[in-house]
């Protein structure tokens, strides 16, 4: 069935230094979802990327989706403590879009 | 939180026991789900309804039942059939039925059982 890996599970970082997390599908996404859990918390929806080759940005973070649509990146620049959490990335799991299949999440940790 | 509620937040129950977890959205959507999130894991569905009266089966359905009697409310019992029933429980819930629309959590419930 569909299946979408993430890389890496765990990444740490000093504070002020960058973080990339990574997506990757072996079949073609109409669409992909990111999501960010703060420890202790519940997903929250950051953002969505549709068009091929689609780059977004939120202040210090920014997404893309792969030309071909099979992979996607979230990339925080300057990283802070209140980055930390598990970032996961999500699509849908069937062609109707009735339900999401989330990737196994990266978690980030900070150090100041 | 932000229209979904679970309730309890904490729960116990010892080895053999039924127990349900309440879900409950005041954001009209018509799509809700239910996850499992172990350490490690990921996020992994349960079950989801699209509509009141209608359900189906995610990945790890197994020992899991669910109803949808009311649009609000998509309660998940978690049955003694379920092997391994402690870990982290999630609710959440769509406006639509397409692909691009996102899905809004709820707190959680962690269950632990005994």
């Known amino acids: 069935g569909q299946q979408v890996m993430q890389i890496p599970q765990y990444q740490h970082v000093q504070e002020g230094e960058d973080f990339t997390t990574y997506c990757n599908s072996s079949?073609?996404?109409?669409?992909i979802q990111w999501y960010k859990q703060r420890p202790g918390g519940h997903p929250v929806f950051l953002i969505q990327l549709v068009k091929s080759g689609e780059v977004k940005k939120q202040k210090r973070l920014t997404f893309q989706f792969g030309e071909a649509k099979k992979n996607s990146s979230l990339h925080i620049t300057a990283t802070q403590t209140t980055d930390v959490g598990t970032y996961f990335c999500a699509a849908p799991a069937n062609q109707a879009g009735t339900a999401l299949i989330f990737g196994k999440g990266t978690t980030l940790s900070v150090s100041s | 939180d932000g229209g979904i509620t679970q309730s309890p937040k904490y729960l116990f129950r010892k080895e053999g026991q039924n127990v349900t977890l309440s879900c409950e959205q005041n954001l009209n959507h018509d799509a809700m789900y239910w996850y499992r999130q172990d350490p490690g894991q990921g996020l992994r569905l349960i079950y989801y309804?699209?509509?009141?009266?209608?359900?189906q089966k995610g990945d790890i359905a197994e020992g899991y039942s669910v109803s949808r009697e009311k649009k609000e409310s998509f309660p998940l019992t978690v049955t003694s059939a379920q092997k391994n029933p402690t870990a982290f429980y999630l609710c959440?819930?769509?406006?639509?039925?397409?692909?691009?629309?996102?899905?809004?959590f709820g707190p959680g419930t962690r269950l632990t059982v005994l």
């Open positions: 079949t073609t996404l109409s669409n």
């Open positions: 959440a819930s769509k406006s639509g039925g397409g692909r691009t629309d996102t899905q809004y």
């Open positions: 309804s699209q509509i009141v009266n209608d359900f």
